[in-house]
């Protein structure tokens, strides 16, 4: 059987009513490029009735594949079982509430065929909420600035990749997921444009902003070991400030005969360094707990069921 000219891989969580609409919005579009497609709806434990609405439209439609997750294990790791399911040359990720528009696939798909092995979609006017545009820019602002890198917060995971870049992200084992940053790091020859952004129409955001600040240590602490360079770094200027100041009280004590007093200063130091080491503690602790996470060696996800015939 011939394999998908295009794959399309949508995580589903709390938008069970926009799979229809998506569904037939998808069938359009690609239909003007090819009619050897598949649509993968991978269902993250949505607390709706999306699992239903997918057998539904699998059963409609062969093309069709739905994906049931056993429990929640988040959206990036969901985005990694669509991916390694996908047979398509060409694949699209995108997300299932049509805030990713499925006609502008038509512009990543053409983008691509100019010898683009990566083609992300940024979002020129983004329909988000005030709070989600400044969680989302905090978000990136502090990666950055822990991994040395430059992210462009209008860009999320409506993408188009070829099988070539999904080859070589199935390698990557990692419990700590992020498909963008993801993607990023594979390299390859990729570009961004610009593509139209619509409004949530139905149900809210599950990234709350403790969740991205969540997601943003989780990256940081998988991504760079920056903070354990900034700790080693704190540790010796706190070494060298306190060796001045020892040098100081000598010289005050003995030379100008400054008496030396100072319980407050001297218990506001120990407080002070106290808080810095239980820190650097924690900071271990958080590389320890992901050294220990991935030498478990736990499946990234667990499928409970499919729409189709398994053959992972």
Known sequence: MQ??????????YGCCKSLYDLYERLNKTL?????NFE????????????????????????????????????????????????????????????????????????KALEGYDIVFGRRAKRQDGFFKKLSSKIFYKIYDY????????????????NQKVVKEFKKLKEQNRSYYLFINWLGFKKINIDIKHSKRKEGKSSYTFKK????????????????????IKFGF?????????????????????????????MMVSLYFISGLIFANMGFLGLYIGKIFDETKNRPIYVVSETTFEDKN
């Not at 394999?3 to 589903?12: D, G, L, M, R, Y």
């Not at 991205?212 to 700790?231: C, E, F, G, T, Y």
């Not at 060796?243 to 407050?264: D, K, N, Q, R």
Request: hydrophobic share 45%.
């Open 237 to 265: 200027i706190i070494s060298f400030s306190s060796f001045l100041y020892a040098v100081w009280l000598f010289v005050g004590y003995f030379i100008f005969s400054v008496p030396v007093e100072g319980w407050t200063s």
């Open 146 to 161: 822990f991994t040395d890198s430059k992210t462009d917060n209008t860009i999320a995971n409506f993408s188009i990749l």
């Open 212 to 231: 991205l600040m969540d997601l943003a240590i989780d990256s940081i602490v998988a991504q760079s070991n920056k903070p354990l360079r900034l700790s």
């Open 3 to 12: 394999n998908p000219h295009i794959s399309i891989v949508t995580p589903v």
């Open 39 to 110: 649509i993968i709806m991978i269902n993250d434990a949505s607390p709706d009735n999306a699992w239903e609405v997918i057998k539904y439209l699998a059963k409609k439609d062969s093309r069709v594949k739905g994906i049931n997750l056993s429990r929640n294990f988040g959206q990036h790791k969901a985005i990694t079982a669509g991916l390694n399911y996908a047979q398509g040359y060409w694949v699209v990720v995108m997300d299932c509430d049509l805030q990713d528009q499925p006609e502008e696939i038509i512009k990543l798909y053409n």
């Open 31 to 35: 239909s003007t490029i090819t009619n």
